[in-house]
């Protein structure tokens, strides 16, 4: 009668073992390059962080030495491009309204 038919191909253990190390073998540079990058990116994060906090504390510190004057005079300068800025935008809304309408 029908004998059962044996697979074609038969992998041993010894085999599927040479098989798993030969692909870990392959892979590990992925890996030790992808922990590289990682490493660098939290490098780069914790520069720009540090950065970060010394431009505050100088800005804080050139506040703090800051004498009353100085500030008002700065707000003032503040204040008076900003009433420029909006004297420029009414201009050109008058200027909008006033234009005929299309017909």
Same mark, same amino acid.
């Given at each position: 009668?029908?004998? @059962?038919?044996?697979? +074609? ?19 590990? @540079? ?6 590289? +990058? !990682?490493?660098? *990116? ?15 504390s100088v800005a804080r510190e050139r506040q703090? !030495? ?5 500030? *008002? ?21 008058? !200027?909008?309204?006033?234009? @005929?309408? @299309? !017909?």
């Amino acid at each position: 009668m029908d004998e @059962p038919r044996r697979p +074609r191909v038969q992998f041993s253990l010894g085999m599927l073992m040479v098989a798993t190390a030969v692909v870990a073998a392959l892979l590990a @540079p992925l890996a030790w390059v992808a922990r590289e +990058r !990682r490493q660098m *990116l939290r490098a780069q994060v914790a520069i720009l962080d540090a950065r970060e906090a010394a431009i505050r504390s100088v800005a804080r510190e050139r506040q703090a !030495r800051m004498t009353e004057p100085e500030r *008002l005079r700065q707000d003032n300068e503040a204040l008076r491009r900003q009433v420029e800025q909006l004297r420029l935008e009414n201009d050109e809304l008058r !200027r909008a309204a006033n234009r @005929p309408a @299309p !017909r």
